[in-house]
């Protein structure tokens, strides 16, 4: 099976090769890639179905799990490689990330159909654009998989900083919109930032367990469970919570949680089939799936996962809160990605490594429709994405109506849609945290709670504003508003469906049954769900729980204030401006890291440069070496007379002295 | 059928000898040979210099590829020649950018052109000679010499403000060179002999060796250029043309990292080990510091000489950390290998990364005239194949996984961390900073929309011709290529490493 992984990783990156390199017709672009993505697809599915269904070790014949490719470079006794780890985990990702990729390669055709309107001036630059970001879709799909399908942390770290990079040129890629190049500039940096302590915990697993290989190094990782190590003098700290600490530092990057979540809503300044693919349903939970590829890590620093579990809150419940006052329909869809996104980290924090990925799959799919189903709103609307000016598109968008809807339903947790499972799941950890007093869990279960009312009410918000209520737009606008073409409905259709039925289908062996088998590893005093009582008495559960009536309150607050008394909301505005500027200022975040970052680094480049390159070593010491040197001959030179008599007087005084100094001695 | 032939001296004399030629061509009318014969000695040279990578016997730290023959008998002097896994790269890589700057050079360079050709030509072959040179006394005269062609090159076809910068760069580099002469000649008086591999089983003292050590400093810091002597390359950048750019960062520079390998490490190990934390410290200086500076540059060759300083602090960095890992743990440790091959990767890839940042600035130079930042913006809608380029080169520069910039700074960074949490950390910034002046710079020259005072110029830009095509992508393959795959380069240098690793090591060992 070693060549059907090959294939699975190789055939997007060379649809991304010919699609780029080769000035290819814009049909033969989307022919090869959208075929290489399928194909990776369908090879997941085998892979799927062998490692999963019928629990065969994909390599070797049968005998190993992992396969090394090659080399990549040996020093010193370390030895890194390249190579493919495929376990359940591995094989869900891969099922999951090339099927959305393949959807949003589908939904391209027509998204980016008449991409050359939005390119001015001269150089023509749009008139490849087209090829240009199916390239990209390409490339980014064989950097995912290079990710997740990785065997030790090295290659972790190129998938991780690959699909950054795809990110990078994604976001940018109507360059020239200065909001755009200013957001994914702003986007690698934040990253970076992450990937600084992902690579110094990267640093400290190869220091302590001399491998960068998952195996060895979890198989060592009890060994070293109770070694402590001084950063700071003086202060122990054991080595785990530092290096999984340092590792969670890139997933905040990449999973953008706070407080390096600020590069995610802008990143909304790239095309919306990367949003969906790219910032919400793929990339973003590269930092949610390493945790739980390192979890027999995780599970030995209780500290760790706390500090997990706080920040993965904190992002849960006040990114969700920014979603309520955005107007603009792709930030709230992002906001929400952000909100949700710390749903799996507070699983992660909760030791629910399972529940984490549960989410992660199920948000996937509903996300990508939400986002695909905004982008159909957005070409629609020919380009606006201002929801005041929107309303009643319901009668015109039947399809992106009712997907939208299973999508929003999903989101919230609609008893029986996939993410009621998946989100109930994460608060049942939580829960149980709380209850086993685990240092923030307490914080972490009210947030999540209070984040599902908050969940509902911007999603329907969000829906009501853009399919019910009054029309808004103009005449012009509304005289052309129709359905968008099929290539763009199919994938809403098809993503659909897993949103609905995932969930009942994943919920029994992704939490209870041995599916993840030795992929994740749980303490015993960790688990959670351990008595099953079929989906039934899952549902059943739920409905007793507050969630579930919190998210009916969220949709019901939602209809009364953007269907009914449609005037409250501007009124509640008016009565608490403070804090609707505060949300609106998205807490000064953004206000502080220009100025203190990128401010501060630039002053501090200019004085650096100004005084200590020119004014000390240059001024100072260099040409002020030069000046003296200079000085000195200018003060000798005044002997030099040339004047004869001067020179005869001097010879005088000079024979006389010298003279003088032998007849004394 | 190769092994028989005098392969190190016909890479230093090759071009020595080719160059003159093209002087010759010069005396024709039209000048239509000059270019032609110019790529044809250096594509040779090049050829040649790969037979040293497949006539390489990775299993031996012993001098390879070795020529003896008397010179001076008075001054028992000779003319040796041979390399190891050190320095055989950096000849392959002399004569690889070589071929580069012949054809960047092509039809931009208008005046003299013979005279133009033939001094980069000398310079490779006295550059080849440096790396390859044996015998100190030999070493010094080349290493003097090639000041010479690049002196001229600064001189003639510079800028506007280019005699100051010559002169600076002159001066700064032969104040470096004096001391080491005198340490070289401390050391002949010492052993007899000037043999560069008998100046390593020289045993010293402590003073001895940290004169010597400190001698050795001034002369390869400011080639290097370490902080606080490094305030000539800027200078000299600006002002040199385009391959004169090329050569100085992506071979001049390594000279002084060179010189710390042959000369001060096995020289004097125990003044190294004293210095260490000095050293260390000023690499980090190098690292942030400059990097700060860099982020503040509005001329392009400024920041990407800045770039370059930061880069080499990595290379110095690499070399030294091995002495605080020593103090550590008592003995070699694996940081430190890691750490001094990364240093070595990270010598060869700043060739291939910053020369190629340097053509790019050239190719934008070429047409409209202008260095600063601010007379560009969006030029990747009038280029876009050359915008390509160069996002892949600013990437590489801020060592983005999959290409080469990445694999030394890993390396290194990896390394450092047995020298210290901190140690690794400060060097980790690099990969905040680093992306943070590359990608601003991206971001101010390449994208926008064109701005309507700049649509005569920028607005007018013809993308990248064949020929420049041809260049950047033959930087681009290496670039990815040893991102992708650097084992063969690693592979020659792990002896040579491990020998002197071991020889510093038994030094300090036996002097407790």
Redesign the interface.
């Known amino acids: 099976m070693e060549s059907i992984a090959l294939i699975i990783v190789l055939a997007p990156l060379a649809g991304a090769i010919l699609a780029g390199l080769f000035s290819v017709s814009r049909k033969v672009a989307h022919r090869i890639t959208i075929t290489g993505v399928g194909l990776s697809f369908i090879l997941s599915l085998v892979v799927f179905k062998q490692v999963v269904l019928d629990g065969l070790l994909p390599f070797a014949d049968g005998t190993a799990k992992e396969v090394t490719l090659?080399?990549?470079?040996?020093?010193?006794?370390?030895i890194f490689e390249i190579g493919f780890l495929i376990d359940s985990l591995t094989a869900i990702m891969m099922v999951t990330v090339t099927f959305v990729s393949w959807m949003v390669h589908i939904y391209t055709i027509g998204y980016m159909a008449d991409d050359e309107h939005n390119w001015?001036?001269?150089?023509g630059?749009g008139k490849?654009s087209y090829q240009r970001f199916f390239s990209y879709i390409s490339l980014f799909t064989f950097s995912m998989l290079m990710l997740v399908m990785a065997n030790n942390f090295l290659q972790l770290?190129?998938g991780w900083?690959?699909v950054g990079?795809v990110s990078?040129?994604l976001i940018?890629f109507w360059?020239?919109?200065?909001t755009a190049?200013?957001a994914n500039?702003k986007a690698?940096?934040v990253n970076?930032?992450g990937?600084?302590g992902f690579?110094?915990g990267?640093?400290?697993v190869?220091?302590y367990f001399?491998s960068l290989n998952y195996a060895d190094v979890f198989a060592n990782a009890n060994n070293l469970a109770g070694i402590s190590?001084q950063?700071f003098p003086g202060v122990e700290w054991s080595l785990m919570t530092v290096i999984c600490i340092l590792l969670f530092i890139g997933a905040m990057g990449k999973s953008a949680q706070f407080p390096l979540h600020v590069w995610l809503p802008d990143s909304m300044e790239g095309p919306t089939p990367i949003s969906a693919l790219i910032h919400a349903a793929t990339m973003v939970t590269a930092g949610i799936f390493m945790v739980a590829r390192m979890s027999p890590l995780y599970e030995l620093s209780t500290t760790a996962l706390s500090f997990v579990l706080v920040i993965g809150a904190i992002t849960a419940l006040f990114m969700g809160f920014l979603g309520l006052v955005q107007n603009d329909i792709k930030r709230v869809v992002a906001y929400s990605t952000l909100s949700q996104l710390g749903y799996m980290t507070v699983a992660l924090g909760a030791s629910a490594y399972n529940a984490a990925i549960f989410h992660l799959m199920t948000h996937a799919f509903f996300k990508a429709l939400l986002f695909l189903g905004a982008g159909s709103v957005i070409i629609a609307m020919h380009h606006e994405q201002d929801m005041r000016k929107m309303g009643g598109l319901k009668k015109y968008l039947p399809i992106t109506y009712w997907t939208a809807l299973i999508g929003s339903l999903a989101l919230i947790g609609f008893p029986g849609f996939s993410g009621f499972f998946s989100k109930d799941a994460i608060i049942e950890a939580v829960h149980f945290a709380y209850e086993a007093d685990r240092p923030g869990a307490m914080f972490a279960y009210y947030s999540v709670v209070i984040g599902v009312f908050i969940t509902a009410l911007y999603s329907f918000r969000m829906f009501f504003l853009t399919f019910h209520g009054q029309e808004r737009m103009d005449e012009h606008t509304r005289s052309h508003l129709h359905e968008p073409p099929k290539v763009v409905t199919l994938p809403l259709i098809l993503l659909a469906i897993p949103s609905v039925l995932v969930g009942v289908i994943a919920l029994q062996a992704l939490l209870y049954g041995n599916f993840f088998g030795d992929a994740i590893y749980i303490a015993k005093e960790h688990q959670v769900f351990t008595d099953y009582h079929g989906i039934l008495g899952f549902v059943l559960h739920g409905l007793m729980q507050p969630p579930v009536y919190l998210a009916a309150a969220g949709v019901f607050t939602a209809y009364m204030l953007y269907m009914k008394w449609t005037d409250i909301p501007a009124r509640i505005q008016h009565r608490f401006s403070m804090l609707h500027r505060i949300l609106m200022d998205k807490y000064g975040f953004d206000r502080f890291n220009d100025w203190f970052f990128a401010g501060g680094?630039?002053q501090?480049?200019?004085l650096?440069?100004s005084i200590?390159?020119k004014t000390i070593?240059?001024g100072f010491?260099?040409n002020g070496s030069a000046h003296l040197v200079n000085r000195i001959s200018g003060i000798l030179r005044q002997l030099q007379t040339g004047l004869l008599y001067q020179y005869a007087f001097a010879m005088i005084i000079g024979l006389l002295l010298l003279l003088g100094w032998f007849v004394h001695f | 059928m190769f092994a028989e032939l005098p392969l190190l001296s016909l890479l230093i004399w090759l071009p020595i000898v080719g160059g003159a030629w093209v002087l010759l061509q010069g005396k024709n009318k039209d000048m239509a040979t000059v270019r032609p014969v110019a790529l044809f000695v250096a594509v040779i040279t090049f050829l040649l210099s790969l037979f040293l990578y497949s006539g390489f016997d990775s299993s031996t730290a012993a001098m390879q590829f070795v020529e003896k023959h008397n010179w001076i008998a008075a001054l028992n002097t000779y003319y040796h020649l041979g390399v190891d896994g050190i320095s055989m790269p950096l000849i392959i890589l002399t004569s690889f950018i070589n071929v580069l700057v012949v054809l960047a050079g092509w039809e931009v360079i208008q005046k003299k052109p013979a005279q133009y050709m033939a001094a980069f030509l000398i310079m490779t072959g006295l550059m080849n000679g440096v790396f390859a040179a044996l015998d100190a006394m030999l070493f010094y005269v080349l290493w003097e010499a090639m000041l010479v062609p690049m002196f001229i090159i600064i001189g003639v076809w510079g800028g506007p403000n280019r005699v100051y910068a010559a002169i600076k760069f002159f001066l700064y580099t032969l104040l470096g060179s004096v001391l080491m002469l005198i340490a070289l000649l401390y050391m002949y008086n010492q052993s007899g002999s000037f043999g560069i591999l008998d100046f390593h089983q020289l045993q010293m003292g402590m003073t001895a060796q940290t004169l010597i050590f400190l001698a050795f400093l001034v002369a390869f810091a400011v080639k290097v250029p370490m902080w606080p002597v490094h305030t000539w390359l800027p200078d000299a950048h600006v002002e040199a043309p385009t391959g004169g750019s090329v050569v100085l960062a992506a071979i001049m520079l390594k000279m002084g990292a060179y010189g710390f390998l042959r000369f001060s490490l096995p020289i004097t190990p125990l003044a190294s080990h004293q210095l260490a934390w000095m050293m260390v410290v000023l690499s980090l200086i190098a690292v942030v510091y400059i990097g700060f500076v860099a982020l503040s540059q509005k001329d392009m060759k400024k920041l990407i000489a800045y770039s370059s300083i930061a880069h080499m602090g990595f290379v110095t960095l690499g070399f030294f950390i091995a002495f605080l890992i020593y103090d550590k743990t008592g003995q070699i440790g694996n940081g430190s290998v890691l750490g001094m091959e990364g240093a070595i990767v990270q010598m060869i890839s700043h060739g291939f990364i910053s020369g190629a940042l340097f053509l790019c600035v050239g190719v934008l130079y070429d047409r409209v005239h202008s260095r600063q930042i601010y007379d560009y913006g969006g030029v990747a809608n009038t280029m876009p194949l050359f915008a390509m380029f160069v996002v892949l080169f600013a990437m590489a520069n801020s060592g983005l996984p999959g290409t080469s910039g990445f694999v030394g700074e890993f390396l290194v960074i990896l390394g450092s961390f047995e020298a210290g949490f901190w140690i690794a950390f400060l060097a980790a910034t690099t990969l905040i900073i680093g992306a943070a002046y590359s990608l601003w710079m991206v971001k101010r020259v390449l994208y926008g929309s064109i701005a309507e005072d700049k649509m005569e110029t920028v607005g007018k830009l013809s993308d990248i011709n064949g020929r420049e095509t041809f260049i950047l992508s033959t930087l681009a393959v290496m670039v990815l290529f040893f991102g992708i795959w650097p084992e063969p380069l690693l592979d020659v240098m792990h002896v040579t490493v491990a020998n002197l690793l071991d020889h510093v090591h038994q030094a300090i060992q036996s002097a407790r």
């Open positions: 090659y080399t990549w470079l040996s020093s010193g006794n370390s001015s001036g001269p150089g630059a490849n770290f190129f900083e690959a990079l990078y040129l940018g360059f020239q919109r200065e190049v200013y500039l690698f940096l970076r930032v990937d600084f690579l110094l990267i640093a400290a190869l220091m001399n190590i950063v680094a630039r501090t480049g200019n650096f440069s200590g390159d070593i240059d010491f260099v």
